[in-house]
């Protein structure tokens, strides 16, 4: 499975699943990988990054990497907190089929409330979606990375 694996994503997952997880006792296996590396629909330009204040939870802060665009966002403003919607770029597709989606409470200590609405109020997160790009001076977000794994 593993070589399947391997072989099916160009090499980019090697190990789907860990040395010894079968053995003897096991009737059946079904495995699946999937790789998405998404490539922002506008790119943020590299020499726009610059180290920002950042605010953690109970009231500290740090200073990290900041991306930065002058490009219109797709960003709508509600009661509390901010939605930002960046679409990932799909070959010939501007639809923006898949985006990831940013959500800014405008106090700098409240996270857990929104987080707290998010979880309580039921379709919250499809009913809030920018859908209109809109016009921003500047905006910037913490430069990241995600990476994900199963055992």
């Not at 694996?5 to 860990?18: Q, R, S, V, Y």
């Not at 330009?45 to 740090?62: A, E, P, Q, Y």
Request: include cysteine; hydrophobic fraction near 35%.
């Amino acid at each position: 499975l593993n070589k399947w694996a391997e072989d099916h994503t160009n090499g980019l997952i090697k190990d789907l699943l860990p040395h010894g997880s079968i053995s003897s006792l096991t009737n059946c296996v079904y495995g699946n990988a999937l790789y998405f590396k998404g490539a922002w629909q506008v790119p943020f330009v590299k020499s726009n990054t610059r180290d920002r204040v950042f605010h953690l939870l109970f009231g500290t802060s740090v200073a990290v990497p900041f991306m930065s665009s002058y490009e219109n966002q797709y960003l709508k403003a509600y009661n509390g907190f901010k939605v930002l919607r960046i679409p990932y770029r799909q070959g010939d597709d501007t639809n923006g089929s898949f985006s990831m989606y940013f959500y800014l409470p405008d106090k700098n200590d409240g996270l857990e409330d929104l987080v707290k609405t998010m979880a309580s109020t039921s379709g919250f997160l499809n009913c809030h979606i920018p859908r209109c790009k809109v016009l921003v001076n500047e905006f910037r977000i913490p430069r990241f990375k995600i990476a994900y794994g199963l055992d």
